[in-house]
């Protein structure tokens, strides 16, 4: 399914809360055929818009999550650095950025500032992971 293909499994494996999906395999294997910047931008795009469900978990169920110590040192981290510490959680290969993602709903962090930095932190993560996967699976290390 190509870019499509690409774009509609990561925006499925950032959807899931808690349980981590490692669609970053997925990009990583297409890059050997396909475009590795544009197989990024399309696949940071489907993974950052999957993100908006812990966001919006966050927005909704507060009181559900006050009393977790894990959500405390996620939201002061993002209440202290903002859209910067999404962007950085959204890079770093983090099986738990759903968290980040809770906490900024939780702040009533801007929706637009939200998923900038998460597309941002995203985008260049895929971008990297398919010019792995391009240059290991064709042969040039």
Same mark, same amino acid.
């Given at each position: 399914?190509?870019?499509?293909?690409?774009?509609?499994?990561?925006?499925?494996?950032?959807? =899931?809360?808690? *349980?981590?999906?490692?669609?970053?395999?997925?990009? #990583?294997?297409? $890059?050997? %055929?396909?475009? +590795? @910047?544009?197989?990024?931008?399309?696949?940071?795009?489907?993974?950052?818009?999957?993100?908006?469900?812990?966001?919006?978990?966050?927005?909704?169920?507060?009181?559900?999550?006050?009393?977790?110590?894990?959500?405390?040192?996620? =939201?002061?981290? *993002?209440?202290?650095?903002?859209?910067?510490?999404? #962007?950085?959680? $959204?890079? %770093?290969?983090? +099986? @738990?950025?759903?968290?980040?993602?809770?906490?900024?709903?939780?702040?009533?962090?801007?929706?637009?500032?939200?998923?900038?930095?998460?597309?941002?932190?995203?985008?260049?993560?895929?971008?990297?992971?398919?010019?792995?996967?391009?240059?290991?699976?064709?042969?040039?290390?």
């Amino acid at each position: 399914m190509g870019y499509l293909g690409a774009f509609i499994i990561s925006l499925i494996g950032s959807a =899931t809360i808690i *349980v981590p999906v490692p669609s970053w395999t997925v990009v #990583f294997l297409m $890059a050997k %055929v396909l475009d +590795p @910047v544009l197989l990024g931008i399309v696949a940071g795009l489907g993974s950052a818009i999957g993100e908006l469900t812990g966001y919006y978990l966050g927005k909704g169920g507060t009181q559900l999550l006050d009393n977790k110590k894990y959500i405390k040192k996620y =939201t002061k981290y *993002v209440n202290q650095y903002g859209a910067y510490a999404i #962007f950085v959680l $959204a890079f %770093v290969p983090n +099986p @738990v950025f759903d968290i980040a993602g809770i906490s900024a709903g939780a702040m009533n962090m801007k929706l637009w500032k939200f998923l900038l930095a998460c597309m941002l932190g995203k985008i260049l993560r895929y971008i990297i992971f398919a010019y792995f996967g391009f240059y290991i699976l064709n042969g040039f290390f």
